[in-house]
């Protein structure tokens, strides 16, 4: 739950460097909003701020040079208007996602949707880190998941129906990692070489290849800025309501364990990140199999 606090004490208020003014980020799941809700933003940028908007990298909207002795009206005119002040500080903020399967043809999940279910959970929670979550459809990442202190990434493992490959050669053409070849007049797959991708899947004019594993893999500890680091892998899962609950364990685990001051990256091994990892995964899987109907 985000902690109840006077707006001017809310994340997503930023002072300005003219100190004077602040600029107002508002919250923007995976950063969809209404035709309604933009033209009442644009009503309050240009009753509250100097009339335009400044679209953020976390999908997000700021209004900026806005004057603090506004901010308790434009509070609740952004509320009202179903875009309430955001978050930019030590907590959860903005969850993003790239269009996934409601648009994109690479899209592997229904990444909007995660996106908004995650953000109902934990939007604006009080950490020791800032906690950035990324959800992106396939292994493109256009949404830099790994790149996230949580990234989420769908893919898919593909499998040839045996006996059946015709040798056409469609999937190698449409292979960016060159992970499929003909040989013997048949497509043969690397694994090292596969991301998971599921292009090849797609591309094969006789759907003779199929999901063998569709999935989300989770990772932790990345980021971006000056200094830029890959997240560690966490763990894949085969459900939504995994993926959720991993990552509420996780935004639990960093809650109680991290330091405040440091990145969450540096502080993994001694926040026994290993340990964890195996005892969240092996928890949730469990508890899956034992709800799953035999």
Same mark, same amino acid.
């Given at each position: 739950? !985000?902690?109840?606090?006077? /707006?001017?004490?809310?994340?997503?208020?930023?002072?300005?460097? @003219?100190?004077?003014? &602040?600029?107002?980020?508002?919250?923007?799941? =995976?950063?969809?909003?209404?035709?309604?809700?933009?033209?009442?933003?644009?009503?309050?940028?240009?009753?509250?701020?100097?009339?335009?908007?400044?679209?953020?990298?976390?999908?997000? /909207?700021?209004?900026?040079?806005?004057?603090?002795?506004?901010?308790?009206?434009?509070?609740?005119?952004?509320?009202?208007?179903?875009?309430?002040?955001?978050?930019?500080?030590?907590?959860?903020?903005?969850?993003?996602?790239? +269009?996934?399967?409601?648009? &994109?043809?690479?899209? %592997?999940?229904?990444?909007?949707?995660?996106?908004?279910?995650?953000?109902?959970?934990?939007?604006? #929670?009080?950490?020791?880190?800032?906690?950035?979550?990324?959800?992106?459809? &396939?292994?493109?990442? &256009?949404?830099? +998941?790994?790149? %996230?202190?949580?990234?989420? !990434?769908?893919?898919?493992?593909?499998?040839?129906?045996?006996?059946?490959?015709?040798?056409?050669?469609?999937?190698?053409?449409?292979?960016?990692?060159? =992970?499929? =070849?003909?040989?013997?007049?048949?497509?043969?797959?690397? +694994?090292?070489?596969?991301?998971?991708?599921?292009?090849?899947?797609?591309?094969?004019?006789?759907?003779?290849?199929? +999901?063998?594993?569709?999935?989300?893999?989770?990772?932790?500890?990345?980021?971006?800025?000056?200094?830029?680091?890959?997240?560690?892998?966490?763990?894949?899962?085969?459900?939504?309501? *995994?993926?959720? *609950?991993?990552?509420?364990?996780?935004?639990?685990?960093?809650?109680?364990?991290?330091?405040?001051?440091?990145?969450?990256?540096?502080?993994? @091994?001694?926040?026994?990140?290993?340990?964890?990892?195996?005892? /969240?995964?092996?928890?949730? #899987?469990?508890?899956?199999?034992?709800?799953?109907?035999?």
């Amino acid at each position: 739950m !985000m902690r109840d606090v006077g /707006i001017h004490m809310r994340g997503g208020v930023i002072t300005e460097r @003219d100190p004077d003014f &602040c600029t107002v980020r508002v919250r923007l799941p =995976a950063g969809n909003l209404t035709v309604e809700q933009a033209r009442g933003l644009a009503v309050i940028a240009k009753k509250y701020g100097p009339g335009f908007f400044h679209v953020t990298a976390r999908q997000t /909207i700021e209004i900026p040079h806005v004057n603090p002795a506004k901010l308790p009206r434009m509070g609740k005119a952004l509320a009202k208007n179903g875009t309430p002040v955001g978050s930019e500080r030590d907590e959860v903020v903005n969850i993003v996602a790239c +269009p996934g399967v409601e648009r &994109c043809k690479f899209g %592997n999940i229904d990444t909007i949707g995660l996106a908004k279910k995650i953000d109902e959970k934990l939007f604006g #929670r009080e950490m020791p880190v800032k906690i950035r979550i990324s959800v992106s459809g &396939c292994p493109n990442a &256009c949404t830099s +998941p790994m790149l %996230n202190e949580i990234g989420i !990434m769908g893919r898919i493992l593909p499998v040839r129906t045996p006996g059946l490959c015709t040798g056409c050669g469609t999937c190698v053409e449409y292979c960016k990692e060159r =992970a499929i =070849a003909i040989k013997n007049g048949i497509s043969v797959l690397t +694994p090292e070489k596969c991301v998971q991708c599921g292009v090849c899947i797609r591309s094969c004019p006789y759907l003779l290849l199929k +999901p063998e594993h569709r999935h989300y893999l989770i990772t932790i500890g990345g980021r971006r800025g000056r200094h830029p680091h890959i997240g560690r892998e966490f763990a894949t899962f085969e459900q939504e309501s *995994e993926v959720i *609950e991993a990552v509420e364990r996780i935004v639990q685990w960093v809650y109680r364990r991290a330091w405040s001051g440091r990145l969450l990256s540096e502080q993994l @091994d001694e926040l026994q990140f290993s340990a964890f990892r195996d005892e /969240i995964v092996q928890g949730i #899987r469990e508890r899956t199999a034992n709800e799953t109907p035999h």
